[in-house]
């Protein structure tokens, strides 16, 4: 245990007081430390000694290798563990249900096999109708919604648009309430039950948590379910919500940054102790087109460089279709490579882009609306909508479907790989002594607007795309290649910016 910084003695001193925290922890700073550091705090006045607290994590394997670090009188576990205690094993017997296609299940609910809508260009057959189905029932279990509504149906591709999805929403609402209705029975049932199925239930209860204090981690990436439940024990409860941020890249799923909303005693982890003051200085570019309320400083003593990684232990990519890019251009290398997570995900958009090839109508969520390969590639290459599709449209151009599969079944465990591919959100919350960027991180478009020397301006940064450059550039501990995101050092947006005071806002 190094000695801890002015910030981390401050925030002791504040959870001793008894306040609600929000500690805005920025990569590196040493935020799971800070919180053992609290539970090993003695209690505020009027708290019993050894006061009962729970630590509510993002996933099991947090929540393990926390339980090493904190006293025993704190609990530690994830917020389906304590949903599971009091309802979900209630579900066991269907939990424990074998899976099936979603069309089955779709068929049982009444999407028969021959049924078709058209909306707009597109025809949308039963298999994509009982996805949507399906994926309403979990949208409406991430939320903290009391009633499943049009805005938990999902947005399918090439039906993006607002008067479209409407016309899907009235579709698909009746068959996913039937759904969730079907969830309901513990025995048995069509639906296969799953996890955040009785996390909602949990949820819809209005639960209270028997702790004296809560500590709840990653809490930018906290879904709205949960927010709703750990905000409500305030009125019995010290609450305390770390994450940061600048690092909320899952809103794509559901999740939000409860940080940023929260009321309570705003406080920050600034120091580093991942990297030095030049990879500090390269991350705090992000943080000031973000607007994020803390600039890092590097650890003096780690000396953290910036350049070229011609053999990297990692290479962290924008997308899925980038990583197998990728992971193709390192075998070709002869290097033995990991894809971080397994290829499973991979495998199953190339076969289905295989599926697509041969006539065959694909099943992945991504290609299930398009009736044949030239509709998908003509998507790709004049729908602004369809351009992050493009790199698999050449990828399966140049290898073909089955080189993509045959290259995906040449991987290699991490512990006996050369190098790992990652795409930026498998790679949250890990590091690598030397990490480059992949190509597939792309600066915005030019606006038609021009400077003085008539040349094009660059288009504004979006804020979700310089959230996931910023994860991607705080992976490093040793030397940091940013490849891909190079365009950032062109980007009037990336000039150096006189920096916010360290540490509070």
Not at 218 to 229: I, L, Y
Request: charged share 25%; hydrophobic share 40%.
């Amino acid at each position: 245990m190094h000695r801890p910084t002015a910030e981390q003695t401050a925030a002791t001193d504040a959870f001793r007081a008894g306040d609600h925290l929000v500690i805005q922890a920025g990569a590196g700073t040493g935020k799971t430390t800070t919180l053992a550091m609290l539970a090993h705090c003695p209690p505020p006045r009027g708290r019993p000694p050894c006061g009962q607290g729970r630590y509510i994590a993002f996933n099991k394997a947090i929540a393990r290798d926390a339980a090493r670090r904190f006293p025993g009188h704190v609990t530690c576990s994830t917020a389906h563990a304590l949903a599971y205690a009091a309802v979900g094993r209630n579900y066991q017997a269907r939990l424990n249900a074998p899976r099936q296609a979603g069309w089955r299940i779709g068929a049982a609910l009444g999407i028969d096999a021959g049924m078709s809508v058209r909306i707009g260009a597109r025809h949308i057959g039963n298999k994509a109708l009982s996805y949507s189905a399906l994926r309403t029932v979990t949208q409406f279990c991430q939320s903290a919604d009391p009633d499943l509504t049009a805005q938990h149906v999902p947005r399918l591709r090439g039906v993006e648009a607002d008067e479209l999805h409407g016309q899907l929403s009235e579709i698909v609402l009746p068959f996913a309430r039937k759904a969730w209705a079907d969830l309901q029975h513990p025995e048995r049932g069509t639906v296969r039950f799953e996890h955040d199925h009785y996390l909602k239930m949990w949820a819809l209860t209005g639960p209270k948590i028997t702790a004296d204090f809560l500590l709840l981690d990653e809490a930018q990436d906290t879904n709205p379910v949960v927010e709703q439940v750990f905000t409500s024990q305030r009125a019995h409860a010290q609450l305390v919500l770390v994450g940061d941020s600048a690092q909320a890249i899952y809103g794509w799923r559901g999740a939000r940054d409860v940080i940023s909303a929260f009321d309570g005693r705003q406080l920050s982890l600034s120091r580093s102790f991942r990297f030095g003051p030049a990879l500090a200085a390269e991350a705090n570019r992000w943080l000031v087109i973000i607007g994020a309320p803390i600039r890092l400083d590097g650890a003096p003593w780690l000396a953290t460089e910036l350049g070229k990684v011609p053999k990297p232990d990692a290479v962290l990519c924008r997308t899925n279709v980038g990583a197998m890019v990728e992971v193709i251009r390192q075998l070709e290398q002869g290097h033995r490579v990991a894809l971080a997570g397994g290829g499973g995900a991979l495998a199953a958009l190339a076969q289905s882009a295989h599926d697509l090839r041969s006539g065959r109508r694909p099943s992945h969520p991504e290609l299930m609306l398009f009736e044949s390969w030239g509709e998908l590639r003509e998507y790709a290459e004049y729908d602004p909508s369809g351009r992050d599709l493009l790199p698999l449209v050449e990828l399966i151009h140049e290898h073909g479907t089955e080189g993509v599969l045959r290259a995906l079944n040449r991987l290699s465990e991490e512990e006996a790989a050369e190098v790992t591919v990652s795409t930026a959100h498998r790679a949250k919350g890990r590091e690598w002594p030397t990490v480059r960027i992949a190509d597939d991180f792309t600066g915005p478009d030019d606006l038609d607007e021009r400077d003085t020397d008539g040349e094009p301006l660059p288009g504004p940064i979006d804020l979700a795309e310089a959230r996931l450059a910023y994860v991607a550039v705080t992976r490093a501990g040793a030397r940091l290649d940013i490849g891909g995101l190079a365009w950032i050092n062109s980007h009037p947006a990336g000039d150096p910016c006189p920096d916010l005071p360290r540490g509070s806002p």
